[in-house]
């Protein structure tokens, strides 16, 4: 009986500590850090990517509030009785959109600072600044 008592405590520990890391990684979903080391940056680039990652920050914010607001609304579209199938296109396309203008002003302002070199090494990480 003890042994039984323990192994479901032990089990409830783990699903808690389970959900508790669930619950970190969402918050953390959001977080903008870009570990740019890698790229030797003088310190007058170093300067210019601060700014460039703060403006994309705010305007990463900004598009978030904006996408949610749209997200909420495909789920409106869902509930009526007749899909609208032009509007559920056309709000889609706004939000793939947004997201493809702030990834690629984002990565225009990068590019025109860093060396060809710098460049080449930045493209194999290119992925992780997608906008999703």
């Known amino acids: 009986m003890i042994k039984l008592k323990i192994f479901v405590l032990i ?3 783990f699903l808690s ?3 508790l890391a669930d619950d970190e ?3 953390k979903k959001n977080h903008i850090y870009k570990n740019l080391d890698y790229l030797n940056l003088s ?3 170093h300067k210019e990517m601060k700014e460039i990652l703060i403006d994309y920050r705010k305007k990463y914010e900004k598009f978030y509030k904006k996408k949610d607001k749209k997200e909420k609304k495909l789920q409106e579209l869902i509930k009526e009785e007749k899909f609208d199938k032009k509007e559920y296109e056309n709000i ?3 939000i793939d ?3 493809l203008e702030l990834e690629i002003d984002t990565l ?3 590019h025109s600072i860093l060396s060809a070199s710098q460049r080449a090494r930045f493209s194999y990480y290119l992925r992780e600044w997608r906008v999703e």
Do not use: G, P, R, Y
């Open 43 to 45: 310190e007058h680039q």
């Open 17 to 19: 500590f389970s959900l």
């Open 97 to 99: 959109e947004k997201a």
């Open 108 to 110: 225009e302002e990068i």
């Open 11 to 13: 089990c409830s520990l």
């Open 92 to 94: 889609v396309k706004e």
């Open 25 to 27: 990684h969402e918050q």
